[in-house]
């Protein structure tokens, strides 16, 4: 069966400090893998995607298949990255199943 | 656009009662997925349709949970009789059919309260 965790249900981070959220997946495919973030009062809305490849607000996961993982990376934390981040993964149908989140708390 | 829009934004309701939250998706879009929020299981998926077909419901959590999609205009999920534990904040989210569009774009969901 597929599952997306993410072992932290909160990171704190002081500003400036890295960050990694991590997430592990577990399906038999080739899966497709996102990032998702919630920022207050906003809408769920896509973060990055492991196809494009590329880095936004600085932030970048690269997929690796021999550990299942699709940890989000920043180098510099900033105040504004703090939000819920949801990792999640679509499979060869385009179900597209999240994990259970992870709180990003920028310390000042 | 004005994006996905959901309905009610709020909802209180009493134990028993029956509640049907409303969205209406992207127009274009051809898949449409509903989800549940909550702090202990985070973003669960409930159903999603493709071309207003139920592809997968095995999210749905018992047979007090129904959902529809008549047109590629609106779907309606429906919990009747509710109960305290359906308490949660339910995200509708559509996607196009473009070759590799498969990313969602989310509704701003409906807070359920069930006393």
């Known amino acids: 069966a597929q599952r997306v965790t993410q072992p932290e249900k909160l990171l704190s981070v002081f500003k400036g400090a890295p960050v990694e959220l991590k997430c592990n997946y577990s399906y038999s495919g080739s899966p497709e893998l996102f990032w998702y973030v919630q920022y207050s009062r906003q809408r769920l809305q896509l973060l990055l995607r492991h196809i494009s490849r590329e880095s936004i607000k600085g932030f970048t996961a690269d997929l690796n298949k021999g550990e299942t993982s699709f940890h989000l990376k920043k180098p510099f934390a900033q105040e504004e990255d703090s939000a819920m981040y949801y990792c999640a993964l679509s499979n060869r149908d385009d179900k597209i199943i999240f994990g259970k989140g992870t709180r990003l708390h920028i310390l000042p | 656009d004005a994006g996905v829009i959901q309905s009610p934004r709020h909802e209180v309701t009493e134990m028993g009662q029956e509640v049907t939250l409303r969205c209406k998706p992207i127009s274009g879009h051809n898949s449409l997925f509903w989800y549940r929020q909550t702090m202990m299981r985070g973003l669960e998926l409930l159903i999603y349709?493709?071309?207003?077909?139920?592809?997968?419901d095995s999210g749905m959590p018992e047979d007090r949970f129904s959902a529809k999609m008549p047109n590629a205009s609106f779907s309606t999920l429906k919990i009747q009789p509710s109960e305290p534990r359906d308490s949660a904040v339910y995200f509708c989210a559509s996607r196009p059919q473009a070759a590799g569009a498969n990313v969602l774009t989310f509704g701003a969901g409906s807070r359920l309260t069930v006393l």
């Open positions: 349709f493709n071309n207003n077909v139920p592809i997968d």
